[in-house]
């Protein structure tokens, strides 16, 4: 771990976070954001950034570096930022003082991707903030930019010597990949090839900003500083397990991107597979980058193949039509910007997958995403199965349910408990109660933005909650079958009118086992 330099500020005096800062503070280092004119960097990247000087993470002398093509000055540069800031961070109001020596680590230079000139010049400007501001050759690269550029910035980065070798040891190296990270198994094994060309494995941190969520970091204290829900989380005593990642938004200005990528390899690879992988994951040896990698990939690799030449019969893949969302009118995705007409990309998924190992040898998972359903929620119940001998089965009043366990990821976080209760009174009747637990109730305060979180770790050095290359390319490995089985079918996806709960085919799917979608 690094060593510990004195924060920027104290941290805030919120009482109700207390105990809850983050008491490993980085080394100073430069931030680098290549893309830095793109809306990741203003709408989420310079908030966390912020948020954390905010809260006095930050080590004295942190720069950040925006390089881009428009040419700004510094000083244009950091209003943009401050405007940016003042409308998304976490931390709002932004506070001026705060702000203002923030604003002293920021700095902007101009440049092409493809122009090793812009390298040579933010080269000068880091070795410039090395003197003024203690950031000891230490580099931190962001690649807030379409994949495409990926290859190119990395070959520029190695021929202008702006990349160490951490096995000769001095300061560190680390570039941050943004998703999406490959298309399929082929395009992704061709982007780790290009990053280890230039990179080592164990410099490269390629975000899913799931994992810098609260909730989701939760499931493994969840899971694994319980004594009572181990026991029972196996294929002895669980039925199945639900995880629906619905947004309500449709593609908003992302039609290009979305078209050509669809809801399975926007959310599903990625996202759905870390809440996959950590709830079925086998406990880990330490709480460190490999072993908790180690146990996750385990779980991909243990994903069931979809049958050949019948991928698609335990997926369905649904198409918003026009309907209304929220009380709003929703037009047809077919009819959104930048999508084709006829296009056949799927806006909502789902599918029946097992997880073929010893704990949950023929447990379902059942898996969905969707943009335009009726609300934005991110929920995975865990399904247990009925007690074994209902004794009251005769009685009227008395219908024994499964026992649910939720967890709310988000919004409203928290997790709970459904089990029967007896009705009050002189007869047996029996009734649904839940135990409830809610973030905002217990700690009081907002949970940190997951970029916040994903920045600092990147800062620390620990890739704990970053996707290793082994995980990327394995779950490409179990989805490529379907997705190319689905680009196959000439038969457009089933239709649904937006803000529902996708296809009727999604329900058919899970009733024909007998079971439900839980409606969270
Ligand atoms: C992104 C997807 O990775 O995650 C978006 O590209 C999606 O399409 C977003 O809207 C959802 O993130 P969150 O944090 O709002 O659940």
Same mark, same amino acid.
């Given at each position: 771990?690094?060593?510990?330099?004195?924060?920027? $500020?104290?941290?805030?005096? @919120?009482?109700?976070?207390? #105990?809850?800062? $983050?008491?490993?503070?980085?080394?100073?280092?430069?931030?680098?954001?290549?893309?830095?004119?793109?809306?990741?960097?203003?709408?989420?990247?310079?908030?966390?950034? =912020?948020?954390?000087?905010?809260?006095?993470?930050?080590?004295?002398?942190?720069?950040?570096?925006?390089?881009?093509?428009?040419?700004?000055?510094?000083?244009?540069?950091?209003?943009?930022?401050?405007?940016?800031?003042?409308?998304?961070?976490?931390?709002?109001?932004?506070?001026?003082?705060?702000?203002?020596?923030?604003?002293?680590?920021?700095?902007?230079?101009?440049?092409?991707?493809?122009?090793? &000139?812009?390298?040579?010049?933010?080269?000068?400007?880091?070795?410039?903030?090395?003197?003024? !501001?203690?950031?000891?050759?230490?580099?931190?690269? =962001?690649?807030?930019?379409?994949?495409?550029?990926?290859?190119?910035?990395?070959?520029?980065?190695?021929?202008?010597?702006?990349?160490?070798?951490?096995?000769?040891?001095?300061?560190?190296?680390?570039?941050?990949?943004?998703?999406?990270? #490959?298309?399929?198994?082929?395009?992704?094994?061709?982007?780790?090839?290009?990053?280890? &060309?230039?990179?080592?494995?164990?410099?490269?941190?390629?975000?899913?900003? +799931?994992?810098?969520?609260?909730?989701?970091?939760?499931?493994?204290?969840? !899971?694994?500083?319980?004594?009572?829900?181990?026991?029972?989380?196996?294929? $002895? +005593?669980?039925?199945?397990?639900?995880?629906?990642?619905?947004?309500?938004?449709?593609?908003?200005?992302?039609?290009? +991107?979305?078209? &050509?990528?669809?809801?399975?390899?926007?959310?599903? $690879?990625?996202?759905?597979?870390?809440?996959?992988?950590?709830?079925?994951?086998?406990?880990?040896?330490?709480?460190?980058?490999?072993?908790?990698?180690?146990?996750?990939?385990?779980?991909?690799?243990?994903?069931? *193949?979809?049958?050949?030449?019948?991928?698609?019969?335990?997926?369905?893949?649904?198409? =918003?039509?026009?309907?209304?969302?929220?009380?709003?009118?929703?037009?047809? +995705?077919?009819?959104?910007? @930048?999508?084709?007409?006829?296009?056949?990309?799927?806006?909502?998924?789902?599918?029946?997958?097992?997880?073929?190992?010893?704990?949950?040898?023929?447990?379902?998972?059942?898996?969905?995403?969707?943009?335009?359903?009726?609300?934005?929620?991110?929920?995975?119940?865990?399904?247990?199965?009925?007690?074994?001998?209902?004794?009251?089965?005769?009685? !009227?009043?008395?219908?024994?349910?499964?026992?649910?366990?939720?967890?709310?990821?988000?919004?409203?976080?928290?997790?709970?408990?459904?089990?029967?209760?007896?009705?009050?009174?002189?007869?047996?009747?029996?009734?649904?109660?839940?135990? *409830?637990?809610?973030?905002?109730?217990?700690?009081?305060?907002?949970?940190?933005?997951? =970029? *916040?979180?994903?920045?600092?770790?990147?800062?620390?050095?620990? &890739?704990?909650?970053?996707?290793?290359?082994?995980?990327?390319?394995?779950?490409?490995?179990?989805?490529?079958?379907?997705? @190319?089985?689905?680009?196959?079918?000439?038969?457009?996806?089933?239709?649904?009118?937006?803000?529902?709960?996708?296809?009727?085919?999604?329900?058919?799917?899970?009733? !024909?086992?007998?079971?439900?979608?839980?409606?969270?």
């Amino acid at each position: 771990m690094s060593s510990v330099t004195a924060p920027t $500020q104290a941290p805030a005096a @919120n009482p109700l976070r207390e #105990g809850l800062e $983050q008491e490993r503070v980085p080394d100073a280092s430069s931030l680098v954001i290549f893309g830095a004119s793109g809306d990741l960097t203003g709408r989420k990247l310079l908030p966390a950034l =912020y948020s954390l000087a905010h809260d006095g993470l930050l080590p004295a002398g942190q720069t950040i570096i925006g390089f881009a093509r428009p040419d700004f000055t510094d000083d244009a540069f950091r209003m943009a930022m401050r405007e940016a800031c003042d409308k998304y961070a976490r931390t709002r109001p932004v506070d001026n003082a705060i702000w203002e020596n923030f604003a002293k680590g920021l700095f902007y230079v101009q440049g092409d991707f493809s122009e090793p &000139s812009g390298y040579y010049r933010l080269n000068q400007k880091l070795q410039e903030c090395d003197r003024t !501001r203690g950031t000891g050759g230490r580099r931190i690269y =962001y690649l807030a930019v379409p994949p495409q550029f990926f290859p190119v910035i990395s070959e520029l980065l190695g021929a202008e010597k702006m990349v160490t070798d951490p096995e000769r040891g001095g300061p560190f190296t680390r570039v941050i990949i943004e998703k999406p990270f #490959g298309h399929d198994l082929q395009s992704a094994k061709e982007l780790n090839r290009v990053a280890v &060309s230039t990179f080592r494995e164990r410099q490269v941190f390629r975000i899913d900003h +799931y994992l810098g969520k609260e909730t989701v970091q939760n499931l493994l204290v969840l !899971r694994f500083a319980n004594g009572i829900f181990e026991p029972f989380w196996n294929r $002895q +005593y669980i039925d199945h397990v639900q995880i629906t990642v619905a947004e309500s938004i449709g593609v908003e200005k992302r039609g290009n +991107y979305f078209d &050509s990528a669809g809801i399975t390899r926007d959310i599903i $690879q990625n996202h759905m597979m870390q809440l996959l992988s950590l709830i079925a994951m086998e406990p880990p040896v330490a709480f460190e980058a490999d072993p908790v990698r180690d146990e996750k990939v385990k779980v991909v690799r243990a994903l069931r *193949e979809f049958p050949r030449g019948s991928e698609e019969e335990n997926a369905v893949r649904g198409q =918003y039509a026009d309907g209304s969302v929220l009380g709003e009118k929703a037009v047809a +995705y077919r009819k959104e910007s @930048n999508v084709s007409p006829e296009s056949k990309t799927e806006t909502f998924a789902a599918m029946k997958v097992f997880v073929d190992n010893w704990r949950w040898a023929d447990v379902p998972f059942y898996l969905r995403a969707g943009k335009r359903l009726p609300k934005r929620v991110t929920d995975i119940s865990i399904h247990f199965r009925p007690a074994p001998y209902p004794m009251w089965r005769k009685l !009227r009043g008395v219908s024994t349910q499964p026992n649910v366990l939720a967890i709310r990821i988000q919004p409203d976080e928290g997790i709970s408990l459904k089990f029967d209760s007896k009705v009050p009174g002189p007869s047996v009747r029996t009734a649904p109660v839940t135990m *409830e637990f809610r973030y905002a109730t217990s700690f009081g305060a907002e949970p940190p933005e997951a =970029y *916040e979180r994903l920045l600092l770790e990147t800062m620390l050095g620990d &890739s704990t909650l970053f996707a290793r290359r082994d995980e990327v390319e394995t779950a490409w490995a179990w989805l490529d079958p379907l997705l @190319n089985a689905w680009a196959a079918d000439t038969r457009p996806p089933d239709f649904y009118p937006a803000g529902t709960w996708g296809p009727e085919s999604a329900d058919k799917l899970i009733e !024909r086992d007998g079971r439900k979608w839980r409606r969270p």
